[in-house]
């Protein structure tokens, strides 16, 4: 499966955003989703995670909880992330990721990553 990353950008801090990832190839609604970062000179850390299927249960880093929400479109093989209230320290290069089997917050069982794409955060 192929990832493209698109909706990031400069906000002025509190504002919103939303990332969307559209996924081609199969079967989208198999794969687990993920949504991860990465900040100038700091580790990649993921930020929310989606179950694969219609009712996707899903997991939030802690510092992003009640901030921002996962979502998946299967019949438009998007997943999506809306972020608010955002926070300069949000500014960093966001990821989504796909994943067959499990999931779960560990990069390594994440098999197709998309480009990324860059949020700023203005203060």
């Known amino acids: 499966v192929q990832l493209q990353a698109s909706g990031g950008g400069l906000v002025q801090a509190g504002g919103s955003l939303r990332l969307s990832c559209a996924a081609s190839?199969?079967?989208?609604?198999?794969?687990?989703m993920g949504w991860s970062r990465q900040a100038a000179g700091k580790e990649r850390e993921f930020v929310a995670v989606?179950?694969?299927?219609?009712?996707?249960?899903?997991y939030y880093a802690d510092f992003v909880k009640g901030r921002f929400t996962i979502s998946r479109d299967n019949a438009k093989n998007t997943v999506y992330l809306q972020m608010n209230s955002l926070k300069p320290e949000d500014t960093a290069v966001y990821y989504c990721?796909?994943?067959?089997?499990?999931?779960?917050?560990?990069?390594?069982?994440?098999?197709?990553w998309g480009q990324g794409t860059l949020v700023t955060v203005s203060s």
């Open positions: 190839g199969r079967s989208f609604g198999s794969y687990a």
């Open positions: 990721a796909a994943r067959e089997m499990g999931w779960g917050t560990n990069a390594g069982g994440y098999e197709y």
């Open positions: 989606i179950k694969r299927g219609g009712g996707g249960s899903t």
